[in-house]
């Protein structure tokens, strides 16, 4: 087996959208559950929006990771091989990737 070096963005703008999403998140719900909107259906679209999106931030947090200098993260899904991450710093990655496991180089 090959392997199969992944180059990888700096993380730090993916974390901003990140937690922007989860203030959003929290925002709408709060502006929902308070009946802010003026109208019914609205509340509840914002109540229910505002959990979605609170999810889908929760569910991006995991693919956050640092790599010191001389360490490698080698990436897998359900056990198959996906490649390795060399690259010091934040690094952010989606969870399509997969699991992380850290080596020294």
């Known amino acids: 087996m090959n392997e199969k070096e992944i180059q990888v963005k700096s993380g730090i703008k993916f974390i901003w959208i990140d937690l922007l999403l989860l203030i959003l998140s929290i925002f709408l719900f709060i502006l929902g559950a308070a009946g802010l909107t003026n109208s019914g259906i609205f509340d509840g679209v914002a109540i229910i929006l ?13 693919g956050f990771f640092t790599l010191q200098p001389n360490v490698a993260a080698v990436l897998t899904l359900f056990g198959e091989y996906r490649g390795t991450v060399k690259q010091a710093g934040w690094i952010g990655l989606t969870l399509s990737i997969g699991r992380k496991k850290f080596l020294s180089v």
Do not use: E, S
């Not at 609170?54 to 947090?61: A, H, K, T, W, Y």
């Open 50 to 62: 505002g959990i979605v999106l609170f999810l889908l931030g929760c569910f991006l947090v995991p």
